[in-house]
């Protein structure tokens, strides 16, 4: 799973490979479904929105 958002993330442009890193990491370490990962994938992302405007809607589209 890691490799397929690795893809659509990093390769991208959107997230640098040490932002995702960590917020990987982090989701792994928190029980519970990767829901946090794709807030903080929102937050963190190069294009606006990015922010919490970014995240809300990382958020909801999971």
């Given at each position: ?14 997230v640098s490979q040490?932002?995702f890193l960590a ?40």
């Open positions: 799973m890691a490799t397929l958002l690795d893809a659509e993330t990093v390769r991208t442009g959107w040490e932002a917020g990987y990491g982090a989701a792994q370490a928190l029980p519970g479904p990767l829901l946090t990962f794709a807030a903080f994938l929102g937050t963190v992302e190069a294009p606006t929105p990015n922010g919490a405007l970014g995240g809300i809607p990382s958020t909801i589209r999971c």
